[in-house]
């Protein structure tokens, strides 16, 4: 069922100015005191049975269980919920492109039939096919499409979600899908966190010219993005079919000197370009399907969080990227969707995250961190991720009594009550 969408200043009206409890929970999962990187095994989850939040102005002040915390706060109203429950902090999606126009569903049928992606796009499919379709919608059409992939992503209890441009690649297109973004963010209950990959691709009025069409972006759009504020963070797709590393690095570099963050799609179909994320300090490198040896060692060695994305290697019937082996190498590992009109129609987190863990043998720990508290590192959203005392109140609960049945039903059992900032939203 979908639900009302609130703005974010209705939200914040009805805010409350004193605090309140809520629960009892059967289980809470705080996710708090888990380290960034490496391997977690479920004996470090902390699980508090029959527990409680205590809630003040969007922000948690105290986690602990529900007869201490109402002996402790008398004064504190009381949200009280039926049993049985497991809480967990929002989910956080921390590689969309979600938003988009039209539908890739040819590309998809013949993908299954056998022809390659990338001998899909080189045909005029692919990528440069939905910037045509996007390309032709306007900002308030792009909004409105958002927005209904946002109501079901909070429904499936993601509370936060990164959003990419990239599939405008004019100035003036890539300037019209971040306006949009921003629209949507500002109409719904979701966080979103912009992204700027205005060089997802060379645009066929720049083919042979990739070079030009970064120092475009680099001297027209970067700018106007800043003055209007509409994103902090820049992508690039390094691959074959799209920019090499040499035309990337001297992007990237200038991009981060003017004080956007980097995250940027790396290895996905050949190894090799998350060294130079790690080596440019990217607080992401996404995808890795194709990393070897080499690139786990150096982003396990790096502070650049490594993302994987299931939902891709579903959608392109290919193999997932070697979770198990960047958290036993040591890495930060997060898992987000990639959700796309091309390689990742699905968009369903908690499902592919639970493939992902069935797949490359993660502990529920492993896949928990990997899209709440690991993720809002992904996304430098520090004040979100975990339930503990000065995190936001983002959370949702699970009808169920163990939380090991969350992972165990594979993505079909979904959250029955979900709340932002303390806020009941579902
Ligand atoms: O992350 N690899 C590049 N970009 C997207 C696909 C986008 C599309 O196919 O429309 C990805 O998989
Ligand atoms: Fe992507």
Same mark, same amino acid.
């Given at each position: 069922?979908?639900?009302?969408?609130?703005?974010?200043?209705?939200?914040?009206?009805?805010?409350?100015?004193?605090?309140?409890?809520?629960?009892?929970?059967?289980?809470?999962?705080?996710?708090?005191?888990?380290?960034?990187?490496?391997?977690?095994?479920?004996?470090?989850?902390?699980?508090?049975?029959?527990?409680?939040?205590?809630?003040?102005?969007?922000?948690?002040?105290?986690?602990?269980?529900?007869?201490?915390?109402?002996?402790?706060?008398?004064?504190?109203?009381?949200?009280?919920?039926?049993?049985?429950?497991?809480?967990?902090?929002?989910?956080?999606?921390?590689?969309?492109?979600? %938003?988009?126009?039209?539908?890739?569903?040819?590309?998809?049928?013949?993908?299954?039939?056998?022809?390659?992606?990338?001998e899909i796009a080189k045909a005029g499919g692919g990528i440069l096919d939905t910037v045509r379709q996007t390309r032709v919608a306007s900002q308030e059409t792009l909004t409105?499409?958002?927005?209904?992939? %946002?109501?079901?992503?909070?429904?499936?209890?993601?509370?936060?979600?990164?959003?990419?441009?990239?599939?405008?690649l004019t100035v003036a297109d890539e300037l019209k899908m971040l306006r949009a973004i921003n629209g949507a963010n500002k109409q719904h209950n979701i966080d979103i966190v912009?992204? %700027?990959?205005?060089?997802?691709?060379?645009?066929?009025?720049?083919?042979?010219?990739?070079?030009?069409?970064?120092?475009?972006?680099?001297?027209?759009?970067?700018?106007?993005?800043?003055?209007?504020?509409?994103?902090?963070?820049?992508?690039?797709?390094?691959?074959?079919?799209?920019?090499?590393?040499?035309?990337?690095?001297?992007?990237?570099?200038?991009?981060?000197?003017?004080?956007?963050?980097?995250?940027?799609?790396?290895?996905?179909?050949?190894?090799?370009?998350?060294?130079?994320?790690?080596?440019l300090g990217a607080v992401s490198a996404d995808h890795l399907e194709a990393s070897t040896g080499r690139e786990i060692e150096a982003l396990a060695k790096s502070e650049t969080?490594?993302?994987?994305?299931?939902?891709?290697?579903?959608?392109?019937?290919?193999?997932?990227?070697?979770?198990?082996?960047?958290?036993?190498?040591?890495?930060?590992?997060?898992?987000?969707?990639?959700?796309?009109?091309?390689?990742?129609?699905?968009?369903?987190?908690?499902?592919?995250?639970?493939?992902?863990?069935?797949?490359?043998?993660?502990?529920?720990?492993?896949?928990?961190?990997?899209?709440?508290?690991?993720?809002?590192?992904?996304?430098?959203?520090?004040?979100?991720?975990?339930?503990?005392?000065?995190?936001?109140?983002?959370?949702?609960?699970?009808?169920?009594?163990?939380?090991?049945?969350?992972?165990?039903?594979?993505?079909?059992?979904?959250?029955?009550?979900?709340?932002?900032?303390?806020?009941?939203?579902?």
């Open positions: 069922m979908l639900f009302p969408t609130f703005s974010k200043s209705f939200s914040q009206e009805t805010s409350m100015t004193h605090s309140k409890i809520i629960g009892p929970f059967t289980e809470l999962l705080t996710m708090r005191n888990l380290p960034l990187k490496g391997a977690l095994g479920d004996t470090q989850l902390e699980v508090i049975k029959q527990g409680a939040l205590l809630i003040k102005n969007e922000i948690i002040t105290e986690v602990g269980p529900f007869d201490a915390l109402k002996s402790e706060f008398p004064q504190a109203d009381i949200e009280e919920l039926t049993a049985p429950n497991v809480a967990m902090p929002g989910f956080i999606d921390v590689h969309t492109h979600m %938003c988009w126009a039209g539908s890739r569903a040819r590309d998809y049928t013949l993908r299954t039939s056998g022809t390659p992606y990338l409105e499409l958002l927005v209904q992939k %946002c109501m079901r992503h909070l429904n499936e209890g993601v509370t936060t979600c990164e959003v990419k441009s990239g599939y405008g912009p992204t %700027c990959l205005a060089a997802h691709m060379p645009p066929q009025e720049f083919q042979g010219h990739s070079a030009e069409y970064l120092e475009l972006i680099l001297h027209e759009l970067l700018p106007q993005i800043q003055k209007e504020n509409l994103a902090s963070r820049v992508d690039i797709f390094i691959e074959e079919s799209a920019f090499t590393e040499r035309e990337a690095e001297p992007y990237l570099r200038t991009a981060k000197a003017m004080g956007f963050s980097l995250a940027i799609h790396v290895d996905q179909f050949t190894a090799g370009s998350s060294l130079l994320a790690c080596k969080i490594a993302v994987v994305l299931p939902g891709c290697s579903l959608g392109l019937g290919l193999n997932y990227a070697p979770a198990r082996k960047l958290l036993d190498g040591g890495a930060a590992l997060a898992i987000a969707t990639d959700w796309n009109p091309g390689s990742a129609p699905m968009g369903d987190l908690l499902m592919q995250a639970a493939v992902l863990g069935a797949a490359e043998k993660l502990s529920a720990t492993e896949t928990f961190a990997g899209i709440t508290t690991r993720a809002a590192a992904a996304l430098e959203r520090n004040d979100r991720g975990e339930l503990s005392a000065g995190k936001r109140a983002d959370f949702q609960v699970f009808p169920c009594d163990d939380y090991r049945e969350i992972l165990y039903n594979q993505g079909k059992l979904k959250a029955s009550k979900i709340w932002k900032c303390g806020i009941l939203v579902e």
